[in-house]
């Protein structure tokens, strides 16, 4: 696949936020022998899950990527919404009625989504999954839009601060009956942590995990820094408008392209303000470079409820984040410890809704 301006070769064509790009028209290979680039995917949470090693090992990597892939299994039958039995289940079952007992990611999942509930002033609320039964983005995706009175309903079932965590009996309490938790916007960036470990631990130095929207790199792609895209959020395909080089860093984006409905001229998507029951307003895409997937996977969320004037504020604010935002004017901010290694392809598509 092509984009304008360069040439640039994707390693993975799926419909993701970023992507990993491989070299540009004209350049050399990144090493003309030795090690070389080993992939291998699986789909896990509603997502494809690609990993990239750098390596001379192809049979100790993909070994790694074994032992990855059954993390990430793993992970889903705790976290999510959809596994009967799942931690998160029986969490929001229990609503109003008593404390769960919770394994020690799932603890960690939610203490830091109360964390990051906090750093966006309530923007990223965990407890969201309250409006998931009237807003259906996910495999029950119905293109309906709820009534005000549905969702005046539901509003009082938000609320991060209810979420009430034990460390000492590592709980979890919804205190409303009808609450419910949901970690959509955590959750894999929390995976994308775990399984980093995973490959850490397994010998791998130079890797790259692509889950979705988020997206972690570690070392170096050959003699140079990993390559990654930003997708154009009206752009065909999967066109990226600006590109950055990364080693040791996650990146995640939050858009209103990936599950999204029109109708009479309107766009309705799944990243939800939790204050007002409505698909968030003022932003396109928000893409987040952090150090752990966990942050950036929260912050791109938050920050795109947050709008990109309070969102970028926020991002200048916070030590080890960096962020671009493309406004519902189309127009690109980017973070002022980030322009220098931004590099802008293409103006992103103008297009509306």
């Not at 750093?119 to 983005?137: C, E, H, M, N, R």
């Not at 959020?233 to 990146?251: H, M, Q, T, W």
């Amino acid at each position: 696949m092509k984009a304008a301006v360069r040439i640039l070769v994707l390693l993975a064509a799926s419909a993701t936020a970023v992507w990993f790009i491989n070299r540009s028209a004209g350049e050399a290979p990144l090493t003309p022998a030795g090690p070389q680039l080993v992939a291998s995917t699986q789909r896990s949470m509603g997502a494809e899950a690609r990993l990239t090693a750098w390596t001379s090992d192809e049979k100790a990597a993909r070994a790694a990527f074994d032992d990855a892939f059954r993390e990430l299994e793993r992970l889903e039958s705790l976290m999510s919404v959809w596994r009967a039995g799942s931690d998160i289940v029986k969490l929001n079952e229990a609503a109003g009625r008593q404390p769960v007992r919770v394994s020690q990611e799932v603890f960690d999942a939610l203490r830091a989504a109360r964390e990051f509930g906090d750093t966006t002033s309530g923007a990223f609320d965990v407890t969201f999954g309250a409006l998931a039964d009237i807003w259906k983005f996910d495999h029950d995706q119905d293109n309906r839009i709820p009534s005000a009175a549905d969702i005046q309903k539901r509003l009082p079932l938000v609320g991060y601060k209810d979420l009430v965590l034990d460390a000492a009996a590592r709980t979890a309490y919804l205190t409303r009956a009808g609450m419910r938790a949901h970690l959509g916007g955590i959750g894999k960036g929390y995976a994308v942590d775990r399984v980093a470990s995973v490959l850490k631990e397994r010998g791998l130095t130079s890797f790259m995990i692509q889950f979705g929207g988020d997206m972690y790199l570690a070392g170096m792609a050959g003699s140079r820094q990993w390559r990654v895209g930003i997708q154009d959020p009206r752009g065909e395909g999967n066109k990226s408008f600006a590109a950055l080089e990364l080693a040791d860093s996650a990146v995640s984006t939050s858009g209103d392209y990936e599950r999204f409905f029109l109708k009479d001229g309107v766009r309705y998507h799944h990243i939800m303000n939790p204050r007002t029951g409505q698909p968030a307003r003022g932003s396109r895409s928000v893409t987040i470079v952090a150090d752990t997937s966990t942050r950036a996977d929260a912050l791109s969320t938050g920050v795109f409820v947050m709008g990109p004037v309070e969102g970028m504020a926020l991002i200048e604010r916070l030590p080890n984040v960096e962020g671009v935002i493309v406004n519902d004017r189309n127009e690109v901010l980017v973070s002022s410890r980030l322009k220098a290694g931004l590099a802008i392809l293409s103006q992103p598509t103008d297009a509306t809704p």
